[in-house]
Each structure stands twice: as C-alpha cells, then as structure tokens.
C-alpha cells in the first residue's frame, strides 16, 4: 500500500512541475496555456484528494 501513496505523490509532484510552466507561459499571454493551467489545478485538487486517501487507508491498515 505504501507504493500506493508514493506514486500518488509523484503524479502530483509531476503535475506541479507542468503546472509551473503553463502558469508561466500564461503570464506571459498564452491564453491556452490558462485553460491547461486551470485545467491542471482541478486536477491537482483530485490528485491531492486521492493521495490523503491513500493515507489513511495505509494508517488504518497498520492499526489492525
């Protein structure tokens, strides 16, 4: 299970890296790269959801 969580926080690790460049290239008037970022932070509020799940079902499963 604990591979689980850490490939959890490796998608999210690696979303926040592609996220850092469409925030940027926005910035600086892509406007498609808004729509990707936007796009991103949805995903990142799934992935972060999944990842405290992940948790604590590996907490859990240690307790019993």
Do not use: F, P, Y
């Amino acid at each position: 299970m604990g591979n689980s969580v850490l490939d959890k926080w490796n998608e999210l690790k690696v979303l926040m890296e592609t996220l850092e460049i469409d925030i940027h290239k926005n910035v600086g008037g892509n406007a498609s790269a808004g729509t990707r970022a936007r796009k991103g932070l949805r995903m990142v509020k799934t992935v972060a959801g999944d990842l405290v799940k992940e948790s604590l079902a590996q907490d859990k499963s240690r307790k019993s």
